[in-house]
T-cell receptor, first 114, second 110 residues
Framework: ETGVTQSPTHLIKTRGQQVTLRCSSQ?????VSWYQQALGQGPQFIFQ???????GRGNFPPRFSGLQFPNYSSELNVNALELDDSALYLC?????????????FGQGTRLTVV | EDQVTQSPEALRLQEGESSSLNCSYT??????LFWYRQDPGKGPEFLFT???AGEEKEKERLKATLTKKESFLHITAPKPEDSATYLC???????????FGTGTSLTVIP
């Protein structure tokens, strides 16, 4: 167990809707990153938050947004859902704000857009 | 262009048959290469971080090595419980992004 928990585990949404996914970081970790993993692919980096500020972003449109709270838990929000947004969404927590430290992943949220 | 390429895509081994997985990368100024293991339906599990060419790390039957352009994950005398997808990832320090490969799916047959 990594101590990183995500909710919900599964979710079905309709195209055009909005969704919020949640992540609770490992105790003591001040950095959280989010990834999208399509079936059969490696995780794609969405963004990273360090001390409530975004400090790294991958090639995802602005309709993917996030928040990190003072207790270092985090949310991923996706607006105007598209069918291609169907994927496993992973969050990972780490320490120090740098991308080159080991990150510990949660079990993911499986999002299906219909 | 792809920052990280893993090969082979899939590998089937007999129990006890040693082999290596490859991860090649194109980012310059590497600040860390990471290996993860992922079981179906679960999040990746951290295995190793390598920071500089020549570095090696071991954990049970796994050993990871790093050169200037690639990394190898050596699996010695694998067991069926080693079956999983093995992912490598690197950081691009110039873009502050993190890139994963598509993984190698390893199956170890008893």
């Amino acid at each position: 167990e990594t101590g990183v928990t995500q909710s919900p585990t599964h979710l079905i949404k309709t195209r055009g809707q909005q969704v919020t996914l949640r992540c609770s970081s490992q105790s003591g970790h001040n950095t959280v990153s989010w990834y999208q993993q399509a079936l059969g692919q490696g995780p794609q980096f969405i963004f990273q938050y360090y001390r409530e500020e975004e400090n790294g972003r991958g090639n995802f449109p602005p309709r993917f947004s996030g928040l990190q709270f003072p207790n270092y838990s985090s949310e991923l929000n996706v607006n105007a859902l598209e069918l291609d947004d169907s994927a496993l969404y992973l969050c990972a927590s780490s320490l120090g704000g740098q991308l080159n430290t080991e990150a510990f992943f949660g079990q993911g949220t499986r999002l299906t857009v219909v | 262009e792809d920052q990280v390429t893993q090969s082979p895509e899939a590998l089937r081994l007999q129990e006890g048959e040693s082999s290596s997985l490859n991860c090649s990368y194109t980012v310059s100024g590497l600040r860390g290469l990471f290996w993860y293991r992922q079981d179906p339906g679960k999040g990746p599990e951290f295995l190793f971080t390598l920071y500089s060419a020549g570095e090696e790390k071991e954990k049970e039957r796994l050993k990871a090595t790093l050169t200037k352009k690639e990394s190898f994950l050596h699996i010695t005398a694998p067991k069926p419980e080693d079956s999983a997808t093995y992912l490598c990832a690197v950081q691009d320090p110039h873009r502050n992004q993190f890139y994963f490969g598509t993984g190698t799916s390893l199956t170890v047959i008893p």
